[in-house]
């Protein structure tokens, strides 16, 4: 089997001390395999978001280990986790929305500004990622004039600018009417389809679940047992597939915050520091 592009082993995370304290996250094992697309589904409040931020080395698990192809997270430096996300994870957060008074094409090269990329590279990139999302007429727009559908493909644009291995996206339909939502859901599916881009979901809509290669299912903070699925049935946890992506080596904690995502598949690329962004 394949090493997995992301391996969490009996993750546990815990908010607040003494009588405040809560476990969002009770230990819960995942494989994510290069070119996979998998969803993390359960009620609100299950942990799916904790999980989400554990899996993009966007905080540390309390216990249990986190590795990206194969290299245990906590190895690696903070700037070389902050480089390992710059280079090869894109987001698709609400919370690392756009920054509202900047152009659209500031918004999404922001990865590539991170990177170190000189300005006429990054425009050449970000133009194409735009026209790839049907944006290339708004680059000069102000971010915050935009409708909520192209604010979310320009999100999706700057998760793409770098070409990402992996795209973590966090209920990424959640706030579009849903002939909106289902051209955002095409356009992460043929990412992940066409360009073998892997997908992390979270979501609470079950079709949109089920459109992935395989589901898990929370609750309260565990996998609910013998629930993840595979496209026609149910399986046990981790699966295989496919794989090759970017090296890395994940360590400490950021929690911080915005952080486009972008990437490099296959690890080429040579980012730079990359740390929040809007
Ligand atoms: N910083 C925090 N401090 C205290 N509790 C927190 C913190 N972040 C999350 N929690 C709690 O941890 C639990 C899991 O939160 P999480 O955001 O992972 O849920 P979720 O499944 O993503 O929910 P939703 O679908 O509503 O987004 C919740 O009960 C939440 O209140
Ligand atoms: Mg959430």
């Not at 989400?52 to 309390?62: G, K, R």
């Not at 911080?256 to 740390?275: D, I, L, M, S, Y």
């Amino acid at each position: 089997m394949n090493t997995p592009v992301l391996s969490a082993q009996d993750i546990r995370k815990s908010y607040g001390r003494g009588a405040n304290r809560f476990d969002a996250l009770k230990g819960v094992t995942l494989d994510v395999h290069s070119g996979e697309s998998v969803a993390i589904v359960g009620k609100s409040g299950s942990g799916k978001s904790t999980l989400m931020h554990l899996l993009a080395l966007l905080d540390n698990p309390d216990s249990g280990t986190l590795s990206v192809n194969g290299t245990d997270a906590t190895s690696l430096s903070h700037s070389q986790l902050n480089r390992l996300r710059n280079a090869d994870f894109g987001f698709v957060f609400q919370q690392f929305f756009l920054t509202p008074n900047a152009s659209v094409l500031d918004n999404v090269t922001l990865p590539l500004r991170i990177a170190g990329m000189g300005a006429r590279e990054r425009k050449t990139r970000g133009m194409a990622v735009l026209e790839q999302l049907e944006l290339a007429d708004k680059a000069k727009n102000r971010a915050t004039n935009l409708s909520g559908g192209q604010k979310q493909r320009a999100v999706i644009a700057r998760a793409l600018v770098n070409n990402p291995a992996v795209i973590f996206a966090d209920e990424p339909t959640g706030n579009l009417d849903s002939v909106t939502g289902g051209i955002v859901e095409d356009i992460l599916f043929s990412l992940n389809k066409e360009k073998g881009i892997t997908l992390v979901l979270v979501t609470h809509d079950l079709d949109l679940a089920a459109r992935c290669d395989r589901q898990l299912f929370l609750h309260d903070g565990l996998e609910e047992p013998g629930l993840e699925q595979s496209g026609a049935g149910t399986r046990p946890v981790s699966v295989s597939a496919p794989a090759s992506a970017p090296v890395a080596a994940p360590a400490s904690p950021p929690v911080h915050a915005p952080t486009p995502g972008t990437p490099t598949r296959r690890g080429r690329h040579a980012g730079t520091e990359q740390g929040g962004a809007e």
